[in-house]
């Protein structure tokens, strides 16, 4: 699990296919990689992924053709990714439970500046719509957000200058593509209602 508060943004060093998969190797500085582990997860982009390898401030991981199908922002070399750690259970949960497993890709459609701050605007899979709430929270690129409006499939957050300085976010654009992750809670209050409704059938 992981919080969605990004340590530090790493860079795609290398990407080496393996069988329509890729073996990515991601260079950071600022993670701190004394206390991973081989086995470890790390979230990239958002995408929890398990380290198969250690060498100074790299680390490598193995990435699925299916991973790949159903997120964005893994297969070029030299683009800059958000990173976390997995949590402890003694950490602070600053952001909210995110899982590392996106649901979907989203599209930006605006990235506005407000002066004081910057509005991001989502379009997202007309499957995940139903779960995105006003005031919910949603994470994109791996970056826990708070809505602040919601409009058909396509939703508002805003970003303040400090999470525009620690994260790959400010580098978006109109057309960019993004990983998404639901809250969690919604999923399991849709799991709920269904349980409930077959039951009363």
């Known amino acids: 699990m992981f919080s969605g508060i990004v340590t530090d943004m790493g860079v795609i060093s290398r990407a080496e296919d393996r069988e329509g998969g890729l073996r990515l190797t991601v260079t950071t500085s600022a993670l701190g990689l004394d206390d991973v582990q081989l086995g470890d997860s790390i979230a990239v982009n958002g995408v929890c992924l398990t380290v198969i390898a250690l060498e100074g401030f790299d680390f490598v991981v193995e990435v699925s053709r299916e991973t790949l199908n159903c997120t964005t922002g893994l297969e070029l070399p030299g ?14 949960l600053g952001g909210h439970l995110v899982s590392g497993h996106v649901d979907g890709v989203g599209e930006v459609t605006a990235f506005v ?3 004081e701050s910057w509005r991001l605007v989502v379009r997202a899979p007309q499957a995940l719509a139903k779960y995105i709430a006003m005031k919910g929270s949603i994470t994109i690129n791996g970056v826990s957000l708070t809505i602040n409006r919601v409009a058909g499939c396509e939703f508002e957050v805003n970003l303040i200058p400090h999470t525009l300085a620690v994260t790959t976010l ?3 654009q109109a057309g960019a593509t993004v990983n998404l992750e639901i809250d969690l809670i919604a999923r399991y209050v849709e799991r709920m209602q269904q349980v409930e409704k077959e039951s009363a059938q």
Do not use: C, H, P, T
């Open 170 to 172: 400010g580098r978006l």
């Open 113 to 115: 500046d407000l002066g």
């Open 79 to 92: 683009g800059r990714v958000n990173l976390e750690k997995a949590l402890r259970l003694s950490d602070r």
